[in-house]
Structure formats: C-alpha cells, structure tokens
C-alpha cells in the first residue's frame, strides 16, 4: 500500500501531552485533522500540525492525491533522550527535574474508506468465526 510520512525527532515537549492530541488525528481525513489541529488549544497541537502538513506535502510529492483524498493512516509519538538537570531547594538539596524529548511520526495514505466498508459487510455474514 502507497504511503507517505513526515517524522520529527527531538520536539521539545513531553510524549504524553503529545500523545493526547495525536489521538485526536488518528484515522480522520487529512483536512478535518488540520482543522482539528489549528483550533485545538494545546501547545503540541502546532507542532503535530507542522508534521501533520510535511507528510501532506510528501504525499502530494509521490502522487499519492491531495488533502482531501488522504487518511491519517498511522500516527504515534515515542519518547526521546530526556535531560536530566537539578533545580536548588532548601537547606542545600537539589531537586531533579526531566525535560522530556518526542520523536513524531505522522503516516498519511490514500482513503480507501469504500474498500473498508465491503470487508466489513462480508465478514457480517460468517457464522463461528
């Protein structure tokens, strides 16, 4: 199958606030998951549009079709290196603090939204299975 990716490695945010709106794009049209994207208010939202539109690009790029005959395929986020650093506290401690890192990766592939649908009616009719 025809596919087309953008990734992003070493975003400067945590996985697990990139992962909540990664969730919001996954498996709609590529023009409704930007439209998701540019009105949601999170701060990762931005970044994951900006991925979101690399693999668009990409997908216009080998013929795959334009915005609005493309799916979000696959969409994930995996966590980078985390720097690890020491903020003071009080009587001479230090307290440890994480900043995380994210590797996105967005997966856009042409709609075969009809081929979908005729897979599931015919496994409708099955019995024991």
Not at 58 to 68: F, H, P, R, S, T
């Amino acid at each position: 199958m025809a596919e087309a990716r953008a990734l992003l490695r070493y975003a400067k945010l945590s996985p697990q606030k990139a992962r909540l709106v990664v969730d919001l794009i996954r498996g709609k049209k590529a023009g409704e998951a930007l439209t998701i994207l540019k009105f949601s208010m999170q701060r990762p939202a931005r970044i994951v549009g900006k991925v979101l539109r690399s693999a668009v690009a990409n997908a216009e790029q080998k013929d795959l079709g334009d915005v609005d005959a493309l799916r979000v395929s696959r969409a994930f986020v995996d966590g980078g290196p985390v720097q690890k650093r020491f903020q003071a506290r009080a009587m001479g401690r230090g307290a440890p603090i994480k900043k995380r890192t994210s590797h996105i990766t967005v997966v856009v592939s042409p709609d075969d939204s009809g081929v979908v649908s005729r897979i599931r009616s015919s496994s409708k009719g099955r019995k024991g299975a």
